[in-house]
């Protein structure tokens, strides 16, 4: 079946530009997460989505990153007023529950190069 | 807090040899651990995972995992390198201590594991 999806693949934006990144999760997958690889910092976790419980947003760097998932979901990733430092590849993962267990599996990435 | 360290950043192999990547976990509580793969330029994709069914735990592509409680490790192998496993690997623990059920990763630095012909 098809696996997680992001769009777009590649994303030159200028600095202070908004830009906004797309998941499709898996069909039936309730959880959906955003986690960001970078150079310094590795793969980071960003926020957490599940079902119409309250997101963690524990993991969003600044108040310049927001996130909503529409409908349980399709979500969107919001960066304002890009600086250079958001440069990375962003991760979407979405998880089910087998056996009482978690497996998230994730997206191809959009990689954000600000200018 | 949850969080691995992987003891190295670059391994390098000849094909036909043993693979060991390391990894140390450290825990509060019973661990969910996993290792990943990133080939270049594709998407991470699952390896194995541990959930306290069995210590040793084998994985795709014919690696395997073996937890170990009492040195905190969660080490990586597999028998026979090949070329197409030239690829970073990520030792993974699962943080359950969020809000609303999050079950987020926390991810190692990488491994890097190059194969040599």
């Known amino acids: 079946g098809a696996g997680v999806s992001q769009s777009p693949s590649n994303k030159v934006t200028e600095k202070g530009k908004d830009v906004e990144l797309r998941c499709d999760p898996i069909?039936?997958?309730?959880?959906l997460y955003w986690y960001r690889q970078s150079l310094g910092q590795g793969l980071e976790f960003l926020i957490y989505?599940?079902?119409?419980?309250?997101?963690?947003k524990s993991g969003l760097p600044s108040d310049r990153f927001s996130a909503e998932r529409t409908g349980g979901s399709v979500s969107t990733l919001t960066i304002q007023r890009t600086q250079q430092e958001d440069s990375a590849v962003y991760l979407c993962?979405?998880?089910?529950?087998?056996?009482?267990?978690?497996?998230?599996?994730f997206g191809p990435g959009t990689r954000l190069l600000v200018l | 807090a949850q969080s691995v360290t992987q003891l190295d950043s670059h391994v390098s192999v000849s094909e036909g040899t043993p693979v060991l990547l390391r990894c140390n976990y450290s825990s509060s509580y019973s661990p969910s651990l996993f290792w990943y793969v990133q080939h270049p330029n594709k998407g991470l994709q699952l390896l194995l995972k541990y959930t306290s069914a069995a210590t040793l735990v084998k994985g795709i592509n014919g690696f395997e995992a073996e937890f170990k409680k009492s040195e905190t490790s969660f080490h990586l192998t597999k028998p026979s390198a090949h070329m197409s496993d030239a690829a970073e690997y990520f030792c993974v623990v699962s943080d359950t201590s969020g809000q609303g059920g999050s079950e987020k990763l926390v991810f190692g630095k990488g491994t890097k594991l190059t194969v040599n012909p």
């Open positions: 069909s039936g997958h309730t959880a």
């Open positions: 993962a979405s998880s089910s529950l087998i056996g009482g267990q978690e497996t998230q599996y």
């Open positions: 989505f599940q079902g119409n419980s309250a997101p963690d």
